[in-house]
């Protein structure tokens, strides 16, 4: 099923009256749902990956704990990489999987992986690739700091079941570059993908690609705030907009970015702002677009005293799931100087959206919207609401005009519904008879929001 | 001509006793500086940039400091500059670009209101084609860019867009012939040993504008600091890597920062004098420190114009029978004045053919080397002039080929860059199509290289 998201214009051919709509995630009113509750655990809990496999959710998240050095002269930071599970993505379980002693000497606990040597083993990325061997089903590439190791940078771990994880290389596989990696395995191009920052004084997000987790392609930068990124600053220098990191993911057709904004002000220990999370998108992983008018899709709190008010971004941890996509965020309530502070309380919350409607295209009275694509032999689809309108189909031939029996009056037109799955039926008979015939999709809206099209293969 | 075999590291060496491998810095040239940039419209601020030999020319390519004040104290343009005996400079009149007096009768070969540069690697590169005879690479803001001319002076810029973003702002490159791939060696700031240091990391690519991510190549090891004895302000940082093919090696002149202000606020470790020193490599990926990483470029005496920093460049020159190596220098430490009152000139210092390196015997000493395709006759670039040097030929299961022992060998007790070894054995004369190893005996001599005719 090749989809047709309108998230970007890649799939558009025309349009007319209609806006491009983003549409905030629908937070869970019983949030956060991961909260450093755990006795081994510091005030951090930052994501980290989220992922559905077969009828469980599976989360890899962090903490940053105070361990008693093993030679008992002094206690240090440790960076650990903990694992929590979950049957319906909102009440989570921090399994005792007996694998490493915490700081009571107990391996009653859920860390999964603790690196020695590393001072800083942070911004996880666990990555799944099915068919990988040589234990390799899992990758994770997180960015390293420590006296004892040769170098900073992204480093590689391996793991047959994401529990037992073994290192890759002892030098990263990226060396240097800033803390803020993001990483996926994109199934559909065969390749991991990486977006990653240079430094901290550096305004750009760069792009990489590797075959294997191991040799990384030159990183390209691909974004940097722009003048309507800093408008909100006007022109005070103290005033600054960063994309500290960016986390990818791949939705059907296109590569998603869910990009963090943070807007701050002041200088060092000064610093503070606030941070959101807009939306992204690319065809190729190379050129990347900034999707509508930039509304964040991942919100912060509403009000000073939630526990997400004053940060909030997205790890590698959006998952599709049946109708919704469920997206997992860390929140940081606002405090002052809360960005200047070494130690923070962090928190895991979950917000979702129907399927496909992260973006819609929106008529209010009459629009339209026209994409071309080869005809199966089953059934139109789409995915609208349609519940103070309608939203009706044509199918037009090269010349642009409608194929008999297949125009707007022939459909059995979307109306005063909402759905995400509604089959387009023609009075002109079944689209056997256009199948593997390239043709123009014309849809007219009327007071309603389209998300998504696509073909089935059902007769 | 077999490939010479250089003693700048263990690669052909199979094995060795009583030696010692000794580095040679480079002999100064009594007339130093050779090149300063003292027209009243430069500001004294020089930067090598590349010096090459061609049809009986040696070409300079470099950066001067333009302007006095404003905006563009500290700016560099580039010039061109042309010697018949390397000695001499001549600045030629290009034509192309307005200088500060409101004239074209000057050496500027880029734009000077393009993007300002650092660091012009040229080289020459004719297998690139027409339009392409030479590649540019120089640093500028977001990156390093690529340039492409046919005869060096007149530029095109490839992209706006930096083909490496980023690992700036020191980057040297070469084009290796024998590997047909340009080589960088390019800047980047990593946490060693706790703290963030300028290391240098290899990359390559094979059309100068689609690059490898660079990987460090050398990094500042505990060796490197012993000199800080653990005071925390102090620290080693690779400042700078010009790298080259030498026969069957690539050869590196690291520049070594000492950097006393390890601590600054402001993390930049500016403060401190530089070391140079030779590093070697096989493949481009595997850089070793050569010998007991003693200066092969020595800094000179406090109050010399090159008494406090000193840099070399993509400038090693094989010519004939001498190399040369230009460098650029300053009388005071790095960052003990605002950069844009750095006086900088242009020295040269230079080595016999062969001679940055050589394994010596202070009494007896012996050196087989890895079996190598034998010609008709053995030549050693030696010094046995207090000494003697013997050589015997080994077969492949380690077995003295009759007639090349070591005992029927004529010793060689003199100072050659080009010595033929004979024996008294007729046999002597037919010795090739097969690998042989070359045992040297040497007493109270030093050995640079061997080969076969």
Redesign the interface.
Known sequence: MNKILFIDDAQISSMRDVERRIHPARKYEGNPVVTSDCDWEGAETTLGTVRKEADRYRMWYQSYASTPDPDGIDSFIRSLHLYAESDDGLAWSKPALGMTEDSTGSVANNIAFVRPGFSKDINPSVLHRPHASNGHTYTMLSYGVGYDLPYNGHFVAYSDDGLRWRDGPQTPVIPGFGEGGCFIYDEVDETFRGMIAWDPSDTHLFSTQSADALEWSLPRPVLTPDEADTEWAGGESDKRTLFPAMPITRYGPVLLGFLQVLRGHGVGVGFDGEMDVQLVSSRDGKTWHRVGDRHPVIERGSDDSSWDSGLVWMGNSLVEDGDRVVAYYTGCQRTPGALARSRWSKSIGTASWPLDRLVGLAARGDGGVETTATAAAGQLHINADASRGQVTAALLDEDGSAIEGFSTVDCNALTNSDSLDHAFEWSGGALSSLEDRTVHIHLTLRDAELFSLWWSDDR | MTDRVLFIDDAQVQSMEGLQRCIHPGEKFDFNPVLRCDRKWESGQSMLGTVMKEEGVYRMWYGSGVGQHGDNKGRLWHMYAESDDGIEWRLPSLGQFTDPEGSTRNNVFLDPESRPHQYSNVMSTPRMGRGRRYTLLSFSG?GHYVRFSDDGLNWTEWSSEPV???FGDVGFYTYDERDQLFRGMVK???????RRRR?Q?R?VSADAY???????AV?PDEIDDEWTHGDPDKASEIYGIPIFRYGSLLLGFVDILRSTDAMGTLGLNNQGVTDVQLISSRDGQTWERVGDRSRILEMGRRGEWDGGFIRSAKSFVEDGDELRLYYFAMDHPHGAQKKGDWKRAVGLASWQRDRLVGLRADELGELISVPIPAGNQLHVNADASGGQITAELLNEAGTVVPGFERDTCLPFDGDSLDHTIKWRSPASRDNHDENRSVRLSLQDAEVFSLWFS
């Open positions: 977001p490496i973003p980023r980047q700031y990593l946490q060693v040993r706790g290391i990391s990359t689609d690059w490898t991510l660079p990987r460090p990094i």
